[in-house]
């Protein structure tokens, strides 16, 4: 009975830390979305790497780019993540295409969004005048998605 005294209160605990660092995330991302400096930032970032064939060549066929998984990496993609607000332990990015895709990854032209990521969450910039998002499972998480406009857009996965 003691044991259960002690360990209720320390999952409540360890639940609201992780559910609110989570929010706040979620939040950090949609006020990042919401600033036209760091917006344009985004933009003009991403429009310089995607047009750079070496950038390319680096992100791989997979598109993606994790602090946590390779963060000797991620430090050579020069984003200011201290500008942005973002976290740079759970910091990612993803070059969004449609699967047929992949296989010409060194084609700009094939990229149809970038993701820039905290955690589970991610601020979604459509590329040129694509009506897609080129992300794999976009039904299921639809719901998820937060539209600021016809550009950008938040997904918020807590």
């Known amino acids: 009975m003691k044991t259960t005294l002690i360990i209720i209160p320390i999952l409540v605990a360890f639940f609201y830390y992780f559910s609110s660092t989570k929010k706040e995330y979620c939040n950090n991302l949609k006020a990042i ?7 344009e930032y985004l933009e003009t970032w991403a429009n310089k790497k995607i047009s750079n064939k070496k950038f390319l060549s680096s ?14 990496k991620f430090s050579k993609l020069e984003l200011d993540l201290d500008f942005l607000g973002i976290d740079p332990k759970y910091a990612w990015i993803q070059l969004n295409r449609l699967v047929k895709d992949r ?19 991610s601020i979604i ?15 299921s998480i639809k719901e998820k998605l937060l539209q600021i406009n016809s550009k950008i857009s938040v997904l918020c996965r807590s």
């Open 33 to 39: 979305a919401i600033d036209n400096n760091k917006i």
């Open 125 to 139: 910039i459509k590329i040129g005048k694509s009506s897609e998002y080129g992300i794999d499972d976009i039904d």
């Open 59 to 72: 992100m791989g066929w997979s598109g993606r780019s994790s602090a946590q998984e390779n963060s000797e």
């Open 103 to 121: 296989d010409n990854y060194l084609d700009s032209k094939t990229i149809k969004s970038v993701s820039f990521g905290e955690g589970r969450n």
